[in-house]
Structure formats: C-alpha cells, structure tokens
C-alpha cells in the first residue's frame, strides 16, 4: 500500500511538472526567422507587380493571399518590410490583423514602426500608433529606446517626441540604457537633448551623462545649414 501511495504521489509531481512546461508561451511567430518559401515568393512577385493596378491587386488578395499559411504571409510582410515598401507593407499589414490567429504582438509593431521610421512616413506612423494603442500593446523600455531612436536617425524628431512621451508614461521602469541611445540620437538636436537630459538626470539622479564635445554640436548645424542652402 505505501509503494503504490508513493508511486500515485510520483506521477502526479510528474504530470504537474509536464502540464507546467508546456504551458509557457511559445516565442513570438514575430521574432521566428522569416524564409520566403516557393509559395510566397511567388506571392510577393504578383503583389509588386499588380500594386500600380488597384482592381487586381484587391482580386488577388481575396483569391490568392488570404489563403496563405500563417508562415508564408508572416515571411511576406517581412519581406516587404526588408524592401522597404510601405504600401504593400501595410496592405498586408491590414490583412494580417483581420486573421483569426492573430494576436496582438510588441514585435509586430515594433518591426512596423521601425519600417516606417526608415521610410520617413508620418501619417501612417500616426494610424499603426493608434492601432497598437487600441490593442493595448505595451512596449518594454529597451524597445521605446530604439523606436525613439530610428525616428531620430530619420529625421523625424517630432514624432521621435510624440513616442519618448509615450515611453515616459509607460506603466514599465525606467531604465538607464534606452535613455542614453536616445541621447546620442539628439546629438544634432541640442535643444532637445538637454530637456530628454533633465529628465534622465530626473529619473537617475546618480548618473552621469558625457556631452560630446561642442564643435560636433556645431558640426551639425553647419552641415545642415549647408543641406539648405542646396535646397534653394
């Protein structure tokens, strides 16, 4: 009786830690490696080639890419996303949130707005932004850091500052490495840099922050100045 009670006690301890296991979430199909298959290279060619033709480009879709695998139309938009074509981009962007396995993701986001920065697009960074707000989506404070970040590289400190605001609000921590990849970012903006520098000095009161030297702040004005003069 006691080696079949012991027996009894050993597979339930087994079957917890199983069940346990296999519970845990599986790693995003948005941070998978994304290989065109056959299927959706041919997929991929058909769209660039009817996207001048909205008729059939919208026949295609319904008759040929929504009846992709979710594999094959994730390695699609990700392709695109590598050719940095934004219309495409978010055609299949919207076809991927009407499937009925999609789920809100960060990653998914983050590789849309990463692609947009790229692009320099503002109104439809405005339109996914609003979209994973509606969704409830959360960055982590790593991923606002290189948000904020490829906004800044592009050109596009406006909307680099919309996002830090969002970031500044987030329910997550803060942390010390994605304020300073922000900071080197607004190396050619001062201005901005000093109050995104307050803020970290704010938040880590303890650190300490190396200014680059002034002239490569004078640099950078020189250099677009020179950028306008070329403009007219």
């Not at 298959?37 to 480009?57: A, F, H, N, Y």
Request: some cysteine; aromatic content about 10%.
């Amino acid at each position: 009786m006691l080696r079949l009670a012991l027996r009894r006690v050993l597979s339930s301890s087994s079957s917890r830690f199983i069940t346990g296991s296999a519970s845990k979430p599986s790693l995003s199909i948005w941070r998978r490696k994304k290989e065109l298959g056959k299927e959706g290279l041919i997929i991929t060619k058909e769209l660039k080639r009817l996207q001048s033709d909205p008729v059939r480009l919208d026949r295609f879709v319904r008759s040929n890419v929504s009846r992709l695998l979710k594999s094959d139309l994730v390695s699609v938009l990700f392709e695109f996303h590598r050719q940095d074509n934004v219309f495409l981009s978010m055609k299949l962007y919207d076809i991927v949130r009407k499937e009925i396995w999609y789920r809100p993701d960060m990653f998914f986001y983050r590789d849309m707005l990463m692609m947009l920065a790229r692009n320099k697009r503002v109104d439809e960074t405005k339109r996914v932004w609003d979209d994973l707000k509606g969704e409830g989506v959360l960055f982590d404070q790593h991923t606002f850091g290189d948000i904020v970040r490829a906004y800044l590289d592009s050109g596009m400190p406006s909307e680099a500052m919309d996002i830090y605001e969002e970031m500044r609000q987030s329910p997550e921590p803060p942390l010390s490495l994605p304020f300073r990849v922000i900071l080197k970012g607004l190396i050619p903006y001062p201005e901005l840099r000093e109050k995104i520098k307050d803020d970290f000095l704010e938040v880590f009161p303890d650190m300490i922050i190396y200014d680059p030297p002034e002239d490569l702040f004078d640099d950078h004005e020189k250099h677009d100045d020179e950028s306008n003069c070329d403009i007219y």
